[in-house]
């Protein structure tokens, strides 16, 4: 079984930074890729970033291209997403989400086997 642990969520104001780390354990923890995914209240949750766990091939969504960066730890099996320039439209929960083989679908949740319990990030005006 796999655990993922975010951590790093908090309240910022518009145009700031955080920066959210994604802890992985289990046993024999292995992972095709790691991604980071967004839920609003109201709304679907929704894709943010990936990266592939060997190679570090990143793929942003268009809503954060050039403000997001995602990076990672192997030795620690953690995973960050790196925010600046932060909008108020950034206010959601973030979850992180590992794959454990390539399906083709790593920009929607169906691609991902594992989640980890989410954590708050709010941009104020």
């Known amino acids: 079984q796999v655990q993922l642990v975010e951590s790093g969520g908090g309240l910022v104001q518009a145009g700031g930074s955080l920066r959210l780390s994604c802890a992985a354990s289990?046993?024999?923890?292995?992972?095709?890729?790691m991604g980071w995914f967004r839920q609003a209240p109201g709304k679907e949750r929704e894709f943010v970033a990936t990266?592939?766990?060997?190679?570090?091939?990143?793929y942003f969504a268009d809503s954060v291209k050039g403000r997001f960066t995602i990076s990672r730890d192997n030795a620690k099996n953690t995973v960050y997403l790196q925010m600046n320039s932060l909008k108020p439209d950034d206010t959601a929960v973030y979850y992180c989400?590992?794959?454990?083989?390539?399906?083709?679908?790593?920009?929607?949740?169906?691609?991902?086997?594992?989640w980890g319990q989410g954590t708050q990030v709010t941009v104020s005006s």
């Open positions: 289990g046993r024999s923890f292995s992972a095709y890729a």
């Open positions: 989400a590992a794959a454990a083989y390539a399906s083709g679908w790593f920009t929607t949740p169906r691609g991902y086997d594992y």
């Open positions: 990266i592939t766990w060997s190679s570090g091939y990143t």
